[in-house]
């Protein structure tokens, strides 16, 4: 759709990009560089990401890594934390162009710490089987490599190479094309005004969807819009019932909660535990090593399935676990844990704990969601001229349960990736440093939806009967649903009720009916409201556990039946939404 220039040559191609966390902000440097128009969505300010909080890093097997370590190391780790449930391909290609990526960073102003040597200091996480983490100011990796794309991405839009809009919540995506079926653009809410912009493609990196939970280590805005908006065009969706938990957020006391500047959970970082900081109940039992052979560095489905069972059997299931990171200054030093973990050293002394000397109160919350609008390996969903990268995507990279610190490395690749795809047709210039273009090497197939029937609310019985009255609709109403009936642990009878309340308030939520509203607020709860009914949805149907899909009820599939690691796939095609 590209239209003749003022000079008579054909015009960029032009990108919207929705979302400036680090798919978003790298995906419009790398096609604003290679000449396409690009514009720039964030519903907030370009900081108020997931990226921005990220603590642990990124994770990458350089040119001279670890001892020891290789890509092939990086790719089985990736493999085991995932539960046999990635797609190998991908975590192929995201093992292997790992390094190219970081390089990538590079070009835009990031730059990671060095060790004593000059070299990039690589640190250890949990469930890798070497050291191959990479940070950006210590214990905010996130916040640092986002500042640095987000002034070159401001240093951009001053030489008029990219158009942000910032403080745009996008409420739909255009169709158009020949038969009415491609992605042409993106309307949104801006200064109280409905405005809308057209493009050749919209990439969708609004990432994930924490808001869905009563705790969770993500900021405000991740009320899972890219994944509304792309159901709602007919984009297909997978793994929607694997939501990591991460399983140490700092408890705060309710005077720190409200203190100002500390209202926002604190995740304490898996490099913490990295660095040998280990679990401890109120008996001062460390407990971990009843659960899982590696403790404290067993991935993080099983360290949060772990907390919760042990804190259920000592009776307080909604209580707190403590970490101790006192054994990290007894064994490093005096004024180790200031240095390496700055931010985290700052936070809990604002919330009144010394961790050098004190038990940092902890339990799990909702940190990232593996599922999400189904790619192939360049970001291209099921509809034509939608692309996706990043969390709200599912590559199938991060299976079942993802790997710590590979989040921001898969925004990278695929990111780049998908910038790759949609410059197919008028670049072949690598977008990465000593990265040949991959278009040549032919294109995956997004798989077909599975036709699952998914019910608007659930028939009468006498098993319903009892949750028929769901009480009026509220977003702290459905975090505390979704927490109680569909968080760590789960089964049968509990997200069932859940999807009976979710049916219940469905009907009432705007702007399912009416998408003119001018209320940002009520969009953001009609697309929780949706992401909610479909990750219920998919936890019912996938009755076996599953790396990050837990079932007290369990059951394991037959052998002689379908795979037991079929990806359900759905789309709106089959919807739960009255149209």
Request: overall charge negative; glycine content about 12%.
């Amino acid at each position: 759709m590209t239209t003749a220039s003022v000079a008579g040559g054909p015009a960029p191609q032009r990108l919207i990009v929705v979302g400036s966390g680090i798919a978003g902000l790298y995906a419009a440097l790398l096609a604003a560089d290679a000449g396409a128009d690009v514009v720039l969505l964030t519903k907030g300010a370009l900081a108020d990401s997931n990226t921005y909080y990220a603590q642990g890093g990124i994770s990458a097997v350089l040119d001279e890594p670890a001892p020891g370590d290789t890509v092939a190391a990086h790719i089985a780790d990736t493999l085991k934390a995932g539960a046999g449930h990635c797609n190998e391909e991908a975590v192929r290609v995201l093992c292997t162009e790992a390094r190219l990526d970081i390089a990538g960073l590079g070009r835009f102003g990031v730059r990671f710490d060095l060790d004593d040597d000059e070299d990039p200091a690589l640190g250890l996480e949990a469930a890798h089987s070497a050291p191959r983490i990479l940070h950006a100011g210590g214990d905010a990796t996130g916040a640092g490599v986002a500042a640095a794309l987000i002034k070159t991405v401001l240093d951009f839009q001053a030489a008029g190479k990219i158009q942000v809009i910032g403080h745009a919540q996008v409420t739909s995506l255009s169709l158009g094309g020949e038969q009415g079926g491609r992605v042409v653009g993106a309307n949104f809410l801006h200064d109280g005004r409905h405005l809308g912009v057209h493009g050749d493609s919209v990439l969708l990196a609004t990432g994930g969807a924490g808001q869905l939970f009563a705790q969770t280590t993500n900021p405000a805005v991740a009320t899972a819009d890219g994944l509304a908006l792309a159901w709602r065009v007919g984009a297909a969706v997978a793994d929607l019932e694997f939501f990591q938990f991460h399983p140490t957020c700092m408890v705060l006391p309710d005077e720190a909660r409200e203190a100002e500047g500390n209202n926002d959970p604190l995740l304490i970082s898996e490099a913490v535990r990295g660095e040998g900081a280990i679990l401890l109940d109120a008996k001062g039992h460390r407990f971990m090593p009843d659960y899982h052979t590696d403790a404290e560095l067993a991935p993080r489905d099983v360290v949060s399935r772990s907390i919760a069972l042990h804190l259920a059997k000592l009776g307080d299931p909604n209580g707190h676990v403590f970490l101790d990171a006192t054994v990290i200054e007894e064994q490093r030093g005096g004024g180790f844990l200031a240095k390496r973990f700055p931010t985290l050293s700052k936070r809990t002394r604002q919330a009144g704990v010394d961790w050098t000397r004190d038990l940092v109160p902890v339990a799990p919350a909702a940190h990232y969601w593996m599922g999400g609008v189904v790619t192939d390996l360049y970001g291209r969903t099921s509809v034509p001229g939608l692309l996706a990268a990043g969390e709200v995507a599912c590559t199938g990279v991060q299976g079942a349960n993802r790997l710590a610190s590979n989040s921001l490395l898969e925004g990278l690749v695929f990111g780049r990736r998908a910038v790759e795809g949609f410059l197919g047709s008028i670049s072949t210039v690598p977008l990465a440093p000593a990265l040949a273009p991959a278009l040549a090497r032919g294109h995956d197939v997004v798989p077909k939806p599975v036709s699952w029937e998914l019910e608007s609310l659930p028939g009468p019985g006498a098993l319903e009967a009892s949750f028929a009255q769901a009480g009026a609709f509220s977003r702290e109403a459905l975090r505390r649903l979704m927490t109680a009936k569909a968080g760590v642990l789960r089964d049968g009878p509990l997200l069932r009720e859940a999807g009976v309340t979710l049916a219940a308030w469905a009907g009432d939520v705007l702007p399912l009916n009416e998408p003119e509203s001018l209320d940002v607020r009520e969009h953001e709860d009609s697309n929780v409201l949706l992401a909610a009914q479909l990750l219920v949805h998919a936890a019912r149907e996938r009755k076996a556990s599953l790396g990050a899909h837990y079932r007290s009820d369990s059951v394991a599939e037959p052998a002689a039946v379908d795979d037991f690691d079929k990806r359900y796939t759905l789309s709106r095609k089959v919807s739960l939404v009255h149209d």
